[in-house]
């Protein structure tokens, strides 16, 4: 799947060539939001620091679930 960006509407497009400052940040606002949702959906979006810390805990914690060692858990 190709990472081509959305086409601006006309009406998005004409508010940003007039530079309508709050009715610009209206309009764009969302249009934004939409688009960065299209091209990260939930799948491919990139984790927060923490969000990545825990799945990485989580797989750490099933990969040792049945390792008796200490050091082979402190190392794995």
């Not at 799948?43 to 200490?70: C, G």
Request: proline share 7%.
């Amino acid at each position: 799947m190709s990472m081509a960006t959305v086409p601006v509407p006309m009406a998005l497009d004409y508010a940003s060539i007039s530079r309508a400052s709050s009715e610009h940040d209206v309009l764009m606002d969302p249009w934004i939001e939409a688009e960065e949702h299209y091209r990260y959906p939930v799948t491919r979006r990139p984790l927060s620091d923490a969000e990545k810390f825990y799945s990485l805990a989580e797989a750490w914690r099933q990969d040792v679930r049945f390792t008796s060692s200490l050091t082979q858990m402190i190392l794995h």
